[in-house]
């Protein structure tokens, strides 16, 4: 994915060229792109006057960045005690079975789906929960989550159909 510099100088405007706005611009590319693509290093190290590493350092610091590219669908499966005790673990396994990732491949070929499992997602009375990017789904069973992956497959698809006809309409 080719990266907006457009975007990112406008990221880099709300927070100022300074090292300490390294946290914020972080957050922002990776709220714009769902990771920090390696051609943010450099180009923040010469806006912000400090050294890639730096940049670098900051980014792996926070567990919360991600250097790798994530799906369009971020699906957090909570394996924490209370989740743990109610099954999480078969859903988390439901979930990498249908869309053929492992506990390595994290992400789909095509960008749609992240499956990651966490270790509280803070709703532990509504066990077993997952969320996806920011919307906690409680009280999950196996068919709950084959009906929940039925639906953002089917958001997938119309989003990239709705992508297909705008870029044909601008081309044309
Ligand atoms: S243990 Fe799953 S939400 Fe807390």
Redesign the pocket.
Known sequence: MAIDYGVIDKIIALWGCTPSATLPILQGVQEKYRYLPPEIFPYMAKKLHVSQAQVYGVATFYENFSLEPKGRFIIKV?D????HVRNSGPLLDTLRKELGLSQVQKTTEDLCFTVESVS?????AL?P?LSVNDTVYAGMTREKVLALLKTLQAQAREEVQAAGEEQSRVAG
């Not at 509280?120 to 532990?124: I, K």
């Open positions: 909570c924490g005690t209370a989740c509280c997602l803070g709703a532990c066990a929960v």
